[in-house]
């Protein structure tokens, strides 16, 4: 009896296996089964090695001492870009703009499992005409399905090597008029925004998250922009107080892409901000606009040190840096932009970078640049294994992960 007992469960457990890969070699049914256990496996780890807030350096009760300081210029900036660069922005376009613009809307493609960047992408891409979707990009520039995030600098690259037809460019430091003015242009508008996830992925979530989107018209009757967005639906509204506050949080940061007969067009609206460092200055001087009407706002505090990080101002940036840490940050912050890596690593404290690295590894395990900086932090501290270990893990996340390459040629390993 109890053979037969075993058998049957036997039997039974060969079924489910067999179901299982049944079911995964579907794969429709495999993205949605791989995303479940990949939150479950999250939630898990959140409850063995609780995720608490983002590590500070400064005590809060110094924060109401704090004074905003920073450069006027970058040292290579003249005394004319110089007076250009802090004047307030032009009036993007000579006559006013229509109450309402509403461009062609792509064909909408649901974004695949952490794919939100290369999705967003295709349909912008769409809009002149190619014909490909997320995973042509996806394949290139986020090899591993798991791979949390693509960079601006990721998606500008597929663009510039893969579809050279199209000009690209990003900018820091956007505006809301500014964004309308290219809608006008008949031009769309990709940016990187922070959103609020609807499901705690671990015990003390505080759910923000980061994610792009596709601008493709305005209305001002209604204050609002028409955004295509791969994870809620095509032609979503999005009011303009609402779309600032969540832009603010990645440095108001945007991607045009243009014909090279749009050229022209894209360099006029600009105006001085098609020169990235004078658009550089023009953002790092708003963010200290940002901090002296609130010296606790800790995004303001964080662009400051990201565009000081450009100037290659690592001391000041590493402030910045303490401060934004100190008043508070999201969770997931490090997981999208690694300027405090930079910053730490280049000021000499590698104790810091250290623990921010740790902290974004807690939470993300398999981003490649929390692995490279963790890395590097270790090779400063004379675990030279250790350092290897990270850079090749780096390299194992994102097998064209160039810095990780670089990093172990460096220490003279074959990747």
Wanted: with cysteine.
């Amino acid at each position: 009896m109890f053979a037969r007992y075993k058998l049957y469960l036997m039997v039974l457990l060969m079924g489910g296996v067999i179901a299982s890969i049944l079911l995964f070699s579907i794969p429709s049914v495999s993205s949605r089964l791989a995303w479940r256990m990949e939150a479950a496996w999250a939630y898990l780890r959140g409850i063995l090695q609780p995720i608490g807030d983002v590590p500070t350096s400064l005590p809060v009760t110094t924060l109401s001492t704090i004074t905003p300081t920073l450069p006027i210029a970058s040292p290579t900036t003249t005394t004319q870009s110089v007076a250009e660069a802090v004047k307030p922005p032009p009036t993007p376009s000579p006559t006013p703009l229509p109450v309402s613009v509403s461009l062609p809307s792509p064909r909408w493609e649901e974004q695949d499992w952490n794919n939100c960047g290369p999705v967003t992408l295709a349909l912008y891409m769409r809009t002149f005409g190619w014909r490909g979707d997320q995973f042509d990009i996806s394949d290139v520039i986020k090899p591993e399905r798991p791979d949390r995030n693509v960079n601006i600098e990721e998606l500008v690259y597929y663009v510039r090597n893969y579809a050279g037809w199209l000009f690209a460019e990003y900018r820091v430091g956007g505006s809301i008029q500014l964004l309308k003015t290219f809608i006008a242009e008949g031009l769309p508008v990709m940016i990187e925004e922070g959103f609020f996830l609807e499901q705690a992925y671990w015990p003390n979530d505080d759910l923000w998250a980061g994610h792009y989107l596709l601008l493709t018209g305005y209305n001002d009757n209604t204050q609002s922009f028409t955004a295509q967005d791969s994870f809620t639906g095509p032609d979503k509204l999005i009011q303009y107080t609402d779309l600032d506050a969540n832009w603010k949080i990645f440095n108001r940061v945007f991607i045009l892409l243009f014909l090279p007969s749009q050229k022209a067009t894209v360099q006029r609206i600009l105006d001085s901000d098609w020169d990235v460092n004078l658009n550089r200055q023009r953002a790092l001087e708003t963010a200290r606009e940002e901090i002296e009407v609130n010296p606790l706002d800790a995004v303001a505090w964080f662009n400051l040190g990201t565009n000081l990080v450009y100037f290659n101002r690592y001391t000041e940036a590493a402030q910045a840096y303490d401060t934004a840490r100190s008043v508070g940050l999201p969770q997931r912050m490090l997981r999208y932009q690694f300027g405090p890596f930079i910053a730490y690593f280049h000021s000499g404290r590698t104790d810091d970078l250290l623990v921010l690295t740790e902290y974004a590894l807690q939470i993300t395990p398999n981003s490649e640049e929390a692995l490279l900086w963790r890395g590097w932090g270790r090779y400063r501290k004379g675990d030279t294994n250790g350092a290897i270990a990270d850079f090749r893990a780096a390299l194992e996340a994102n097998r064209f992960y160039q810095d990780a390459r670089y990093a172990l040629e460096y220490l003279g390993v074959t990747p």
